[in-house]
Structure formats: C-alpha cells, structure tokens
C-alpha cells in the first residue's frame, strides 16, 4: 500500500491504518515460560474454580435471603 500524500482524506488514513500488518520476529514461540501443566497445577485450578463458583452462589444466597426492595 503506498503511503498517504498530504491531500489524503482522514477517512482513507484510518482505512490504512486498519489494514496495517505487523512483521513477525523469527523466533515467536521461543520463551523462558514452561508450556505444559502437571497433575498439582490442573488440581489447583479446579479446586479454585469450585472455591470461585461457591463464593458466587453463597453471595446470591444471602442477597435473596437478605436483601430488600431496590
């Protein structure tokens, strides 16, 4: 895409800016972070998914139970 001269309209700059692409280094995928989850790690988040999803109910449960007129 060729770039814009001055007269370009405000419209046609954002078009172009919308189309813009980003180069990519070589090495994308290379990083110091492990890829991969253990059985301790999947039982963490399970648990805490079950601890979260409780807190959500009980929060309702007392708000039904004690809440008034809005």
Do not use: H
Not at 21 to 28: A, I, S
Not at 51 to 58: A, D, E, F, H, R
Request: positive net charge.
């Amino acid at each position: 895409m060729a770039s814009c001269v001055s007269g370009c309209s405000p419209v046609m700059r954002f078009c172009q800016k919308l189309n813009r692409l980003k180069t990519l280094e070589d090495d994308v995928m290379a990083t110091s972070l492990k890829r991969c989850l253990s059985t301790v790690d999947l039982a963490l988040l399970g648990v805490g998914g079950m601890v979260g999803s409780g807190l959500y109910v009980l929060t309702g449960t007392v708000a039904k139970d004690t809440a008034g007129p809005a």
